[in-house]
């Protein structure tokens, strides 16, 4: 982390957990929890039909909500999606946008882009994913393949919205099987992100945007992987879907850091 420059954010994606009465439990749980202080920003991207609940239950709280996908068309014939500006109007501030696992169901590289472009637009911020599988890292391409996916997923963007995107670093071998990145290991693709970042754009953009670790991230190892200068905060699958996991996340993120 660097709160100097950045903001420190820590978002949980619940995938396809929890049913909106689940979503108000947790919400009401969550709450009662919540330290009194100053803290990060913290993001819950909820399934959609869970987005209602998780709104009003965070209303008077610094929680954002979050989607876990959108459309990037305005509004039409397109069966099942739901476009960003209706995310908008639910109350969403956020937006997961190319997770790993929507890639694996055939979302292309232009697909995400046109999706960032659709949710800046909107006002939404994007939090978009990028990460190699374990066969790419073994054969040594995980940094041309990560700087393909952010220049793909950023085209279009301009120097002045680009503060407004988070990016998402999270290597396929680590999410959902325990096996996180060392902290050397996702610090070195962070970083790498940002050296990407800083040739399409301004440095002081480059300095200022919010990059998180994914994959496996729990109230165990958030701390050290939070140390590291260039991981900005962390994108939580399974252990966003606790309270007391998720809120010892939070307070990893706003320890002291050396
Ligand atoms: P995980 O998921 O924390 O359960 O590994 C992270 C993610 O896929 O966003």
């Known amino acids: 982390m660097n709160r100097k420059y950045r903001k420190t954010i820590i978002a949980g994606n619940w995938k396809m957990n929890k ?7 947790f919400m009401t749980a969550f709450k009662g929890m919540m330290p009194k202080g100053r ?3 913290v993001a819950l991207c909820v399934p959609a039909v869970c987005i209602p609940a998780a709104v009003r239950a965070m209303r008077e709280t ?3 909500i979050g989607a876990e996908n959108c459309n990037a068309n305005a509004s039409g014939a397109y069966t099942g999606e739901i476009a960003t500006n209706m995310l908008v109007d639910a109350g969403c501030k ?3 946008i190319g997770h790993s696992e929507r890639r694996a169901m055939g979302e292309t590289d232009a697909d995400v882009n046109a999706k960032v472009l659709a949710a800046l637009e909107a006002g939404l911020i994007p939090i978009m994913c990028c990460g190699e599988t374990l ?3 073994e054969s040594g391409i995980t940094s041309e393949w990560i700087a393909m996916q952010i220049k793909a997923g950023l085209q279009g963007v301009s120097e002045d919205k680009i503060r407004k995107v988070v990016i998402a ?3 396929i071998w680590a999410i959902g099987t325990g096996k996180t990145a060392t902290p050397d290991q996702a610090e070195e693709v962070c970083e790498h992100i940002r050296t990407v970042v800083r040739k399409l754009y301004s440095s002081k953009n480059a300095r200022a945007i919010s990059i998180l670790y994914g994959g496996s991230m729990n109230e165990k190892n958030a701390f050290e992987l939070l140390a590291q200068p260039d991981i900005d905060g962390g994108l939580i699958g399974g252990a ?3 309270p007391e996991k998720f809120l010892q996340i939070i307070n990893a993120a706003n320890q002291p850091t050396a």
Do not use: A, H, M
Request: charged share 30%; net charge negative.
């Open 94 to 96: 956020y937006v997961i």
């Open 169 to 171: 670093y999270e290597p």
């Open 240 to 242: 966003s879907l606790v």
């Open 19 to 25: 049913t909106p009465s689940e979503t108000k439990e």
């Open 39 to 41: 803290w990060c920003d």
């Open 62 to 64: 610094r929680v954002g």
């Open 135 to 137: 066969e790419q890292r």
